[in-house]
């Protein structure tokens, strides 16, 4: 299960992106917290930081994170560590963050409006762009400078918008059909914030980001701790 | 890992919650999609369900569901498969949707905002009694019937709101500094939507959900994906 080791080709002497196999998804999940940390550190001013520092501060094994950080092609020097700031650079450039990517919303609710509200998003190589609902009273506003669109408009997020990304906050009888339009019209990836299960599709890149799963784990756990505690 | 099999003991016969093992968190993450396209039956009058068809409307293997549902307690009858309002109920009542969960969120920006707007939620047993950031501009009015307080308040989480799960949805440089004072003001549960890592502490869930990190994991996909269409 060694998922560090295929990436042996990932030296990027030429600082353009190369082609290299995909990292395993908890390396995915880790390498966000390693950058958190390292951004607080460049705001504080550090310059350099170990991955024993790191270890101890986020509560993540020494050598899994030295594992984890040689997918981005970096060292760190003996006794001294990583750069903080090109550790911060590679990180988001290796995780996409660096780089814009124009999405639309469908289902401008409570969620998908704070969504388009949440300029934070940016940071992370998130752009959205416009907004559809099917709903009269929403569409034909807008929300931070992203109009908000009539459904019927749908097919101008390639030729308009320019978007790749559909993210579906619709409710649940709505999302199958939502993502059904969402790829007629040509998106490449699909960020799914419903419970819904969808079909997938050659091409077309699927993330289910189900808030409501998450809780229902968080309750669990919480039970499992009040048991352990009787 | 047969995770079905440590649940030998959950058939429920006076109606009151039994003490039993956790699923794993993969069943976890697929009851919610069972619940989803289960309601929109129900909401449809559709009175029967066999594993066969939520296999195949959710393109999950049909073995995997029957296995799965088997944690509820329930079995499904031979060529008519299970009760629609009872596996809906079992699956809500199983997930901790059904019993409602007091809460009090931290950061009131944009996502804070919507998670406290968003009545969705309460569908799932989350009910947010109160916001709390450190900004005047935010502090002192109220969310749909919600108040923002200021953080020096926190303590109230008990005495006052009787919350048990602290969600904090504040600026990375501030969320483990959070997490300490809701840990302290008494929550047993945090549900945290930064990318920072939170340390675990004794008696106290933490659930992670970092929508950055997912975005991370939907742009590899789709890069994965152009360069196999290459």
């Known amino acids: ?5 295929r990436n042996n080709n990932n030296t990027n002497t030429n600082g353009h992106q190369v082609q290299r196999e995909l990292p395993s998804d908890p390396t995915l999940r880790r390498l966000p917290w390693y950058l958190a940390y390292v951004t607080t550190l460049h705001a504080q001013g550090v310059e350099f930081v170990s991955s024993t520092a790191i270890a101890k501060a986020i509560n993540v094994d020494a050598s899994q994170i030295a594992k984890d950080l040689s997918v981005l092609g970096l060292r760190g020097k003996t006794r001294i560590g990583y750069e903080v700031p090109a550790l911060e650079k590679a990180l988001n450039d290796f995780l996409g963050f ?4 124009r999405a639309v919303i469908v289902g401008v609710g409570s969620l998908g409006a704070a969504l388009i509200a949440d300029r934070g998003l940016s940071r992370y190589g998130l752009n959205i762009v416009a907004g559809f609902d099917i709903n009269p009273a929403i569409t034909g506003r807008s929300i931070g400078g992203v109009p908000v669109l009539d459904m019927a408009r749908l097919d101008e997020l ?6 790749e990304i559909g993210i579906i906050t619709v409710p649940v009888e709505s999302a199958r059909d939502v993502a059904d339009k969402l790829v007629d019209a040509g998106v490449s990836a699909l960020w799914n914030f419903t419970p819904v299960r969808l079909r997938p599709r050659p091409g077309v890149a699927i993330k289910n980001t189900s808030i409501y799963a998450h809780l229902a784990v968080m309750y669990k756990r919480m039970k499992a701790s009040e048991d352990s505690n009787i």
């Open 158 to 163: 390639k030729t308009v918008y320019n978007a």
């Open 1 to 5: 299960m060694n998922d560090i080791g």
């Open 98 to 101: 660096s780089h814009m990517h």
